[in-house]
Structures are given as C-alpha cells and as structure tokens.
C-alpha cells in the first residue's frame, strides 16, 4: 500500500509538473505511456485524462485510458472510453477486442462475443480473439461452440499456451477433468512455472479430492512465485482440511509477514485459532482481517466465534454484514436467525430463517429453526409441521454421505449431491431419512420419475409407512397425476389416521380441482379426530368465506379464535376487516394483546387498520407499543404513518433515529433514500444512496439505491449504468437484473428489455417471472402471440402465478385464445386473489367477450369498488350496461371513463367517446 501511495504522490507531482510547463495532450500521452510501462496504472489515468482534456477527440488517449482503467478493475469506466472511442474511430478494430475483453470480465457474454465477431471480421489471424469468444462461449455452457473456436486458434498457433489454457478450462467446466488434465501437464512440461496452468490441475485435483495432490501443486505455484497471496490461502485452506493445524498456523505467519496489508492471513490465523477453539485469539485475527479488507468469510467466523462466547450482539451485527456483502449466503442467514432467537427476537428470526427458505426451501436446519420460532412464540401447529420437515430433510440422521451431500448442496453441486445421497440410500437402505432426503430432492428438481422409484423402494421395506405415502402423493401431485396424488394419500391416511398432513394435501387436490365439498370433507375428517384443530377451522373458514356463507365462515373462525392461537386471532380479524367492521376487527386484536400484550403481528395488524382509515394518531399509538417491544419494527411502521401523512421529514428523523451505532445501516438508509424520492429531494437522495455505497463498496445495495434515484428523476440511463456495476458486485441478485430490465422497458428499448429477461431466463430456468417479464414486453411491443406462448411456460413451472392468469386470460378474451378458457383463467385467478380490482375486471371481460351479460355486469361493478379511479373499468362497465339495454347508466359510466381517463392512461378513450356518441344518436 504504502509503495502505491508512493507512486500515487510521484504520478501526481509528474502530472503537475507538467501542468506548469503547459504540456501539450501529446506530451500528456507520452507520459501516460510512461506510466502504463513501469506499471503504474493511477498515474497513467490522470495523464491520460490530461490529454483527453487539451483534445475531447484524442480516440488513442481515451483508448489507452480504457486499458488502465482495466489494469484497475474499473471495468465500467473502460467500457464507457472504448464506446466514445468506436464512436470517435469506427475502424480502431483493436477496441472491439478490448472491448470484449471487458465484457468477459463483467459476465456479458453475448456483448463479448459480438465485439470479437467484429473484431474477427477484419481481423481473422489472431488466436486471442478466438480465446475471449471462446471463454465467451464457456461462460455460456455452449461447450461444443467454445471448443470449435478455440481450436480455431490452436490451427494458427498450434503451440500457443494461452489458447491450450483456455481449452483446459473448456474441459474442466465441461467435466472433461482427465483431458483437461493431459492439456495442463503438456503446458506444464513447456512452462513448468505457468501459473494458470496450475491453478486449473488445483481445480482438477480438488474435484477428484486430492488433497495431497493439491498441496504439491501449490507448493509449485509458490516456488514460481513465492509472493502469491492467493496460493498461500489456498495451501493454509488444504492443511485445515487436513486438520494440520501447526502447518496451517505456519502458512497463516508468512502470509501476515509478506503481505501486511493483505487480509488473508489474520483471516486464516482466526480460521486456525477457531479450529483449535481458541475463540479470543480468533475474534482478535478475524477483526484483524476486516480491518483490511470487506472479507465475507472473516464476518461469517467472527460472527461464530462471538456466538461461541454468548455475545449475541456482536455476532448479529457480523452476520448482517454477511448477508449485506453476499444476500444469497444461506448459512448466514440462518445463523443471524439463531442469533434473534436467542436474543428474544423472535420476528427478526422468522424473517430472516423465511428469507433462507425462499432461497432453499429443503434446507433441514431451516425448517427445524423456523419450528423453534413458531415454537417460542406460541404456534404449535406450525412448530410441529416444520418439525416434521426437518425430520424428513435432516442430513444429520444418517450418515457420512448424508453430510457431504447436504454440504455439496449449500455449494450448488447438485450432481454430486445426489451421488452421495444414492450412497446412503444404498449403505443404510433401513434409514427412512436418506430416502426421504432423496426424494425431495428429486422433487425440487423436478425428476418426479426418480423420486417415485426411490420411494418406491422405500415403501417395499416399509409398506406401512404415512410419510413416504404422503411423499408419494406429492410427487403425483407436482406432476399433475391427480388422480394417483388422491390414492396415495388415502393410503397415508390408512396408515396412520392421526397423521394430518394427508388430509391437508387431499383437500388442497380437491381444491385445485374445484371440487370444495370434498375438500371440506377433508378438514371435517381432521376435526373428527381433533375437534380443535386450528387449521383445519382456519381452512373450512375461509372456504366457507369464499362461497359467501358468512354465517358458518364466521363459525370457524370465531371457533378457531377460541384456542388462543395468534394465527387464529389475526386471520379473524382479517375476515373482519375484508368486510369493512373495522371496529370488531379492532376489538378481536385488543383481545389477542390481552392474552400476549408483546404480539408484535397482532399489534401491525392493528396499526394497520388505523393507517387505512386515515386515523393516523391512533396507528402511532400502536406502533409507539410495538417499538417499546420490537424497537425497530416499531419505529419503522411509525416512518411508514408519517409518511402517509405526508411529513416526510418526521418519517426521515424516525429512521435515521435507529441508524446510530448500527454497523448495517445500509437496509435503514435504502428506506430513507426512499422517502427522499418520495419527497422529490433526487438530490439529498442520491448523496444517502451515496453514501450506502461508500460504506460497503463491494456490495450491490447502494447501487440498487442509486439507480432507485435515478429512475425516480427519469435519468435512466445512468440508472441502468448503476445496475450494471451492482450486477458486477452481485451477479446471483435476481432483483437487480429484473429493474434492469424493467428500467429499459421504461425507455421503451424493448429489445434490450426482452434480452435481459431472456438473460434471466438462461441464469435461472425455474423462475416463473423470468417469463412473465418477457411475456409483458412481448405485449408492449404488439406481439401477442409471442406473449402467449410465454405466458403458458410461466404457467407450466408455477400454475397459480396470478400475473400471468390475469394476463393471459385477458389476451384471450381479446381475441388471442379460447374464451371459455379465458374465463377459466381468470377464475382461478380471483380465487387466489379474490380482492384485485384487476383481476375481477379481467373476469368481467372474459364473461362480457363470452357472452355472459349479467355475471360480466356484477364483476365489473365490484371491480369499480376495488378500483374507482380506473378508467378502462367504467369503460367496461360502461359497455355492460349498453348491451343490458341500461342506455341511462351506460352513459354515466362512459363520461366517467372519459372524465378520469383525462388524467391518465387509457387507452380505450377514443373507443369511449364513439360508443357515448352512438347512444346520442339512438
């Protein structure tokens, strides 16, 4: 660090010495040549900023920039100098391989791969053009492609070593490790010191657990240069794995000695001491690191090692960190869960175990942590269903196997996950879990096939076994054989009659095939056998509510409060509430505080209800109570009334009220940023977005902020150049590429919208908006059809994904499939949401297109009470009313679709005016 700085001051003094001299942008690029050449890269930037200054045009300046800025990492602001320099000089083909070269590093692979493709059409000899459209093509998992264009440069080069590197990668991401293996040793044999080669055999060897293997090779790397921080790591890493503390605690010594400044070696000393439980030691060498460098890992372990003295404080705040570093890291999560818990956090700790699984559902901790949540604040039934899960899931009830396969998972090598979980299933084929285990894994992965057979062989050594039937149902029924789904689970029920999930899964199939008088049989059968049960009166009430008797909904309900459970209380106060009796819905929450006057949920429930009847006072009131016992929950919802109210600088003083002494502020700042944008302040907003950056600058969120500003002020190109960088920083965060996309929508750039969307797509198959998305933009850019098909395959991965029944039912009242099943659709649409204004007028539109007058008519007027300011709807209505022969009130609501639609989207609003004009004229 301090010979960087050194440079730095020398870099600065140069540059102002020549500024005295008044140097001309040539002598300023001269300079910068200079400075690239003895590899000093800052002093480089600022000449060639100079040069740039004394001549906007100067292309070769601007494109040596580029190449420093990359020397830097700043990938963005290369990518920015190199497009002014096309622009500037269309025929600099070296750019477009420059370019590409970025974009390999930033993970956009198509944009890599179309610079080399315009690189190559001029340029068609040079073998590193084929090595970047090749790892191009890698980066993609198009493998056939990526080996054909890297062979491509072996045919000019056939002995170029950068190329044969490129290749055994190709094989090692392609599981070709004993090619990539014969590549890297004939690269070795010529460059015996070559250190990517190296590092590719350690990768081999790692795959192939070859610890000794592995020592040797960076052992090798080391003595080609002996000051390899990262090789140093990775050998320290190799001899924890082998439990050879005094080697490791060896390696960690040399690592702080010669890279002083470097956060690796306090970071694998605090790994030593934990291993050897020497927590004090540790926490000092994992604060060390920190100190050095933002280190996910160093946080993770000093998080452990505070737990380990009791210090729930402290190892909350570290495993924030965590998860502000790295979102997507399971294990910190849940460890931040446990953390709440044992602080008496229970909400905190149902929050942060939820966000687990949403990003794990099988994880078996997950699951037995959540039960212990439900558990300790009251939910027995809950506590036990979860408990149950993690029973079926819990790798630690096997074996080995088990073990590594449940850590193979957390790491995302589901293929080898599954290999150790057939081993189990075949050492310990007695044990119930490794089945279970299997199966659900099968499952999530939709190998519904697999799963049936591995549970078959189950039910062969255990005929009698309720899980493993009910398990059975719930593959037929994920795999839409709903028949054979209903069979399997009168089987579990056979089984063991107390058993009462078969029951539940039962009448949801009965449910989803609109068959509610069985699926209330269902429940009642549970009641049979436990009178109280509270989910069962909870589910009977709510069907009973959405066939509108009232009088026996309200029954459960009341029946199911009777128990005392918190869920029971909130779900009556819920129906009372969807029926406007705010007062009653009231009293049963001030009922629930009797009985637990820390109920946090009945408290926001509460605060609620007075927030939505503008009685803002009062909502103050709750959410004082609620923060004396979940103080920033509290004062959250308190930031939430004042904004309501409109005093945005109250709400801001609130929040920023909990910002002292908190290490992650960033959450609580994106909040303020956003009552910043609320308040039109774009300025005070982007300095907090600012500064959520310059607080953690290797996390993603305060760019996510950022680019929040910058759409809110419609800047939205420097919102997508914000994304951009937080992609960078958090390539797994599926959020930021949907506002990406979203925010190129916004532009009305609807191709590079549908290709972001696409690149969703391609990162994660499996997730349902990914398709949604491009099935909107479809829409915006009049291709219906397309927009169908897309909608359908969102469907096919999650059937009940209300956007696209909504969507798809209207395209198909419009013209663009069957009406009847538009209808359908939108049904089964309302169903999940019963009160969307949107939906009940898509329901409306279908039945008005289908014919069906008077059910079109009384959707499209319960629409209006969801949605009164919504022009399209009193167009429909409009239109309903004229074919009931209702001429009088069809025109009320055709000048109201006209009168609001003023102020709005609409449209309908010429079809509007030609309609009321025609009544006119009757």
């Known amino acids: 660090m301090r010979k960087i ?12 010495g020549c500024a005295n001299q008044n140097l001309s942008g040539r002598q300023y690029y001269e300079k910068g040549l200079d400075f690239l050449e003895s590899g000093n890269p800052n002093g480089a930037i600022i000449a060639f900023k100079k040069a740039i200054e004394n001549d906007q045009n100067y292309f070769e300046a601007r494109y040596q920039l580029a190449s420093a800025y990359i020397l830097r990492g700043k990938y963005e602001s290369a990518e920015r100098e190199l497009l ?12 477009h391989l420059l370019l590409a070269k970025v974009y390999i590093n930033t993970g956009k692979t198509d944009a890599a791969l179309k610079e080399t493709g315009l690189y190559l059409k001029n340029t068609d000899d040079n073998p590193e053009a084929y090595e970047i459209a090749a790892a191009a093509y890698a980066a993609g998992k198009d493998y056939a492609k990526a080996e054909e264009t890297i062979n491509k440069s072996l045919r000019i080069s056939p002995e170029r070593i950068p190329s044969k590197i490129v290749l055994a990668g190709i094989y090692i991401a392609n599981e070709k490790n004993s090619r990539a293996e014969a590549l890297i040793r004939e690269v070795l044999e010529t460059e015996g010191g070559n250190k990517k080669a190296l590092y590719l055999l350690a990768r081999i060897q790692n795959k192939q657990d070859n610890v000794d293997d592995m020592i040797d090779t960076y052992q090798r790397i080391l003595d080609a240069d002996p000051e390899d921080a990262a090789a140093m790591f ?7 794995r082998k439990n050879d503390l005094e080697k490791a605690g060896e390696t960690a010594g040399k690592l702080i000695e010669s890279h002083k400044k470097r956060p690796e070696g306090p970071y694998l000393m605090g790994l030593v001491y934990f291993q050897e439980k020497k927590i004090d030691e540790a926490i000092i060498s994992f604060q060390e690191s920190v100190k050095k460098a933002s280190v996910p890992g160093a946080y993770y372990y000093l998080g452990l090692s505070h737990m380990a003295k009791g210090n729930l404080e402290q190892a909350t705040g570290e495993f924030q960190r965590v998860i502000d570093l790295r979102p997507g890291m399971v294990q910190a999560r849940l460890l931040l869960a446990v953390a709440h818990l044992k602080g008496g956090r229970a909400e905190d700790a149902e929050r942060e175990v939820k966000k687990a699984l949403e990003m794990d559902e099988n994880n078996a901790f997950a699951h037995n942590l959540l039960g212990s949540v439900y558990l300790s604040s009251g939910r027995g039934d809950s506590a036990m269903e979860e408990f149950d899960k993690a029973i079926e899931l819990n790798p630690g009830l096997v074996d080995a196997h088990i073990k590594k396969g449940a850590f193979n998972l957390l790491s995302g090598d589901h293929e080898k996950a599954e290999r150790e979980f057939l081993n189990a299933v075949e050492i310990a084929p007695d044990l119930l879990n490794s089945r279970i285990i299997l199966a659900r894994y099968y499952i999530k992965s939709k190998k519904f096939r697999e799963a049936i057979d591995i549970l078959k062989k189950g039910l062969k050594e255990n005929p009698d076994d309720a899980i493993l039937y009910n398990i059975m149902g719930m593959v037929y029924f994920k795999s839409r054989d709903i028949d054979k789904a209903g069979q399997y689970f009168e089987k579990a029920i056979a089984s063991k009659p107390e058993f009462f999930l078969p029951y539940f899964n039962l009448a949801v199939l009965y449910l989803n095939k609109d068959e509610k008088e069985k699926a209330i ?23 009973m509510e959405a066939e509108k008797r009232e009088r026996e909904a309200l029954a459960y309900y009341i029946k199911a409060k009777d128990q005392g459970e918190p869920i029971a209380y909130l779900s009556l106060a819920e129906h009372y509430y969807k029926k406007n009796e705010r007062e009653k819905a009231v009293k049963v929450l001030e009922e629930a505080l009797r009985n637990n006057p820390e109920d946090v949920k009945a408290m926001d429930m509460k605060g609620r209800i007075y927030l939505a009847g503008k009685d803002y006072q009062s909502a103050l009131l709750v959410y004082k109570d609620m923060a004396a016992v979940a103080p920033e929950t509290g004062k959250q919802r308190m930031a939430g009334v004042y904004s309501a109210m409109g005093d945005y600088n109250r709400a801001i003083r609130e929040l920023k009220g909990l910002l002292a002494g908190r290490a992650d502020s960033a959450g609580i ?28 600058i290797e996390s993603d969120k305060g760019y996510q902020a950022l680019a929040a500003v910058y ?10 150049d914000s994304l951009k960088t937080a992609e960078t920083l958090n390539p797994q965060n599926l959020e930021t590429k949907v506002t990406l996309g979203k925010t190129y929508a916004a532009t009305e750039n609807f191709q590079k919208a549908l290709e972001t969307f696409k690149g969703i797509e391609k990162f994660n198959p499996y997730y349902a908006p990914a398709y949604f998305l491009q099935a909107n933009t479809l829409e915006r850019m009049g291709r219906k059809k397309d927009a169908v098909e897309k909608h359908l395959k969102t469907l096919k991965l999650s059937p009940d994904y209300i956007p696209s029944l909504n969507n798809l039912a209207y395209l198909y009242a419009e013209g663009y499939g069957p009406v009847e099943e538009a209808v359908k659709l939108a049904q089964r649409a309302k169903k999940l949401a019963p009160e969307n204004g949107s939906i009940t007028d898509t329901l409306g539109w279908a039945l008005f297109n289908k014919g069906d007058y008077d059910d079109a008519l009384k959707q499209f007027i319960e629409a209006t009470y969801y949605l009164p300011g919504e022009p399209a709807i009193r167009y429909h209505l409009g239109l309903a009313y004229l074919k009931k022969g209702m001429n009088n009130k069809a025109m009320e609501q055709l000048k109201n679709a006209i009168r609001i639609g003023r102020q709005s989207a609409f449209p309908e609003m010429e079809s509007a005016k030609k309609e009321l004009k025609a009544i006119n004229y009757r």
Do not use: W
Not at 5 to 16: H, T, V
Not at 90 to 95: G, K, M
Not at 234 to 239: A, E, K, N, P, V
């Open 521 to 543: 049989d269902e429940y009642k059968r549970v009641l049979e056998i436990e009178n109280n049960n509270v989910t069962a009166l909870l589910m009977l009430a709510k069907i």
């Open 5 to 16: 700085i050194l440079c730095m001051i020398l870099s600065a003094a140069l540059i102002g």
């Open 234 to 240: 990775q050998l320290g890493l190799i001899y924890l």
């Open 711 to 720: 759409i809110a002020d419609r800047r939205f190109q420097e919102a997508i």
């Open 84 to 95: 002014k320099v096309l622009r500037l000089n269309p025929s600099l083909n070296e750019a």
């Open 669 to 696: 700042q994106r909040k303020i940023v956003s009552l910043y944008i609320r308040k039109k302040d774009f300025k005070e907003a982007e300095r907090y977005a600012r500064e959520i950056i310059s607080s953690n």
